[in-house]
C-alpha cells in the first residue's frame, strides 16, 4: 500500500492555464505539507496544514492555493501558471503530537512542466 | 535557524562503509539532527534522526559530537542503491504543529562497484 500517494506524476501545460495537483495520505497523520523542487534541486517548503487547518505559508504567491478536504487530503491548486511553476512538487505528511513519530513521509512527486 | 554545511559530494566502493560529515555549530539545546535521503527522481526518505546521543537503526548509524557541533552518518555497508543525495537537516521548531524541514544542497553519494 502506497502511504503518501500523488497525483498526475507528470503534468505538462501550457502557460496561464490552472491545473490541481492532489496528494492522499493513508497513514492517519493530521498533518500534510507541499514541497517544491526546482530545477536546481533545492527543495522549499510551501504550505503545511494541521487538521485541514493552514500552519505555515511560506510566503507563495497566492496563485497557489492548497486545499484540505480531510485531514488526508491536501490538494494544490494553481493559477495562471508560469514558466517559473516548472519544478517538482512533493507532499508529505507526519503525526504531530506526543504519540507521533518525529519524520515526515514524503510522496513519489508531480513533476510539473510548464511550456 | 541552526544550518547545517555538507561537502557537496563524496564517492565510496561498494561494500565500504560511507561516512558523511555534517557540521552544524549553531544549533541550539534543544534542536534534533535529522538525516534523509532522495535518491533519484523519488521522494525524500527519512534515514535517522538524534539529540546527542549516539543512534543507530537499520538503515544507518549516527555519531553526534559531544559538543553537537558537528555529527556524521555512516552506512556500514554501501551498495549501489545508497547512491543518493543525503540531507542533514536540524529540526526547525519543536511545537505541536509547526514543524518544518529546511533542506540544504546536501552530498551527493557516488557508490561505486
Known amino acids: 500500500d502506497t502511504a503518501v500517494s500523488q497525483t498526475p506524476k507528470y503534468l505538462v501545460t501550457q502557460m496561464g492555464n490552472d491545473k490541481s495537483i492532489k496528494c492522499e495520505q493513508n497513514l492517519g497523520h493530521d498533518t500534510m505539507y507541499w514541497y517544491k523542487q526546482d530545477s536546481k534541486k533545492f527543495l522549499k517548503i510551501m504550505f503545511s496544514y494541521n487538521n485541514k487547518e493552514l500552519i505555515i505559508n511560506e510566503t507563495v504567491p497566492n496563485r497557489f492555493s492548497p486545499k484540505s478536504p480531510d485531514k488526508a487530503h491536501l490538494n494544490l491548486h494553481i493559477n495562471s501558471l508560469e514558466l517559473g511553476d516548472s519544478a517538482v512538487y512533493f507532499c508529505a505528511s507526519r503525526l504531530t503530537g506526543p504519540r507521533g513519530p518525529d519524520t515526515q513521509y514524503f510522496g513519489p512527486g508531480t513533476r510539473l512542466t510548464v511550456l | 535557524d541552526a544550518k547545517t554545511t555538507q561537502p557537496p559530494s563524496m564517492d565510496c566502493a561498494e561494500g565500504r562503509a560511507a561516512n558523511l560529515p555534517c557540521n552544524h555549530s549553531t544549533i541550539s539545546g534543544n534542536e534534533y539532527v535529522y538525516w534523509y535521503r532522495q535518491i533519484h527522481s523519488q521522494g525524500p526518505q527519512y534515514i535517522i534522526h538524534g539529540l546527542k546521543n549516539n543512534e543507530t537503526n537499520e538503515m544507518a548509524s549516527l555519531i553526534i559530537t559531544e559538543d553537537r557541533k558537528s555529527s556524521t552518518l555512516i552506512l556500514p555497508h554501501a551498495t549501489l542503491r545508497d547512491t543518493a543525495v543525503y540531507y542533514c537537516?536540524?529540526?526547525?521548531?519543536?511545537?505541536?504543529?509547526?514543524?518544518?524541514?529546511?533542506f540544504g544542497t546536501g552530498t551527493r553519494l557516488q557508490v561505486f562497484p
Open positions: 537537516i536540524v529540526r526547525v521548531d519543536r511545537s505541536y504543529n509547526t514543524d518544518k524541514l529546511i
